[in-house]
């Protein structure tokens, strides 16, 4: 099999993604190739991808410095630019001794507000704070990166600063408007995440930009940034508001926590956490967001340790751009923007959001 005709056959399948307005490919060996349009897996009409054309695609394009960890792990995550189609995000692995590849599609300029169907005034009012802790949170393919670089796009187009971003691998790329942005991808342009974490500070940075929230380190660094005037956006994994208050807490051992809750308190300006909800019509989906913006109140409730009273502060918030995920199903079922059915199915409560629908609602 030549390198030519296995690289082809890759290219035409992201090609056909990217037509179709995939978000993600998925190859496993001896089977077809798969895309997830609109939330949901479709077998490709083609022939099935050998694993001997799966291995040699990923030895022959897998970067040179990720080529030993390739071979030692059998996993591998790293950026791909197929010609004329465009960037991806890839994780190649083995699953019962064989090749499959998992493709991302990384679109080529940030999106914006209108183009992903957001409400922006809390976002926009977020994205404007001088310092402190933005997170934005959900499940893997919720469209976190999506949303966390249209914020950054309004900056870009509104505000001069300085941003350095910390990713693994870029998931979009910016063109400086406004603002000067320096990305730095791991394993391209800086050996590992740790080093790249240390050294950010001294870049002088305005914003502060890292891919993930993965552990105590780098989540100690944010801290420290967003005490001495950075502004810090990352993402999370965590479905709701109060999972992603309760996993930050899950980085500190239990004799560091009240010290923790001080920290958290002062650096945290938000959570915007994101589920994608089918369209009720022509297919696509919309973000749904529960959001905590974190004011004096919020911020007393983290320091007491209250956390059990944040989703009753989200649900009877009126003010301030705090809502709760049923706030947001409710608005977008009351548009006609997505069914009933799918935003009960996507409520952390149905039987309260049934309530709403019939007019009755929680009061503080």
């Not at 548009?335 to 309530?355: T, V």
Request: with cysteine; hydrophobic share 40%; glycine share 6%.
């Amino acid at each position: 099999m030549s390198t030519t005709l296995h690289t082809e056959i890759i290219n035409d399948l992201l090609k056909l993604a990217v037509e179709s307005g995939a978000s993600d490919i998925v190859i496993k060996s001896e089977k077809p190739g798969y895309l997830r349009l609109s939330g949901r897996l479709r077998p490709v009409e083609m022939d099935p991808i050998t694993c001997d054309q799966a291995q040699a695609w990923v030895d022959e394009q897998v970067p040179r410095i990720f080529r030993d960890k390739w071979n030692k792990d059998a996993q591998v995550d790293f950026a791909y630019a197929a010609e004329d189609v465009g960037r991806f995000r890839v994780n190649a692995f083995h699953q019962r001794g064989l090749v499959s590849i998992v493709f991302r599609h990384i679109k080529s300029r940030p999106p914006t507000f209108a183009e992903l169907n957001l409400e922006s005034d809390v976002l926009i009012k977020l994205a404007q704070s001088k310092d402190g802790i933005l997170l934005v949170c959900g499940a893997t393919g919720s469209g976190k990166s999506s949303t966390m670089a249209a914020m950054l796009n309004w900056v870009n187009q509104n505000m001069d600063k300085h941003i350095v971003s910390i990713e693994d691998p870029i998931e979009y790329t910016f063109s400086d408007d406004k603002s000067v942005f320096q990305q730095r991808e791991i394993g391209l342009d800086v050996p590992s995440f740790e080093l790249a974490i240390k050294s950010v500070l001294r870049q002088n940075p305005d914003i502060i930009l890292i891919g993930e929230m993965r552990d105590k380190e780098t989540f100690e660094t944010a801290i420290s940034a967003a005490e001495t005037g950075h502004l810090v956006f990352s993402t999370m994994h965590a479905a709701t508001v109060a999972q992603s208050l309760t996993r930050l807490f899950e980085f500190f051992p239990p004799e560091q926590i009240v010290q923790a809750r001080r920290q958290i308190a002062g650096s945290i300006r938000g959570f915007v956490c994101q589920k994608l909800i089918p369209a009720l019509e022509g297919g696509g989906r919309y973000a749904a967001h529960e959001i905590l913006v974190a004011d004096a109140t919020v911020r007393n409730l983290i320091l007491d340790g209250h956390f059990d009273k944040i989703q009753q502060l989200l649900e009877s918030s009126s003010d301030q751009g705090s809502k709760s995920f049923n706030k947001d199903l409710y608005r977008l079922i009351k548009e006609g923007k997505i069914s009933k059915a799918d935003g009960l199915r996507f409520s952390p409560n149905p039987p309260a959001l049934e309530m709403n629908l019939k007019g009755i609602f929680f009061k503080s």
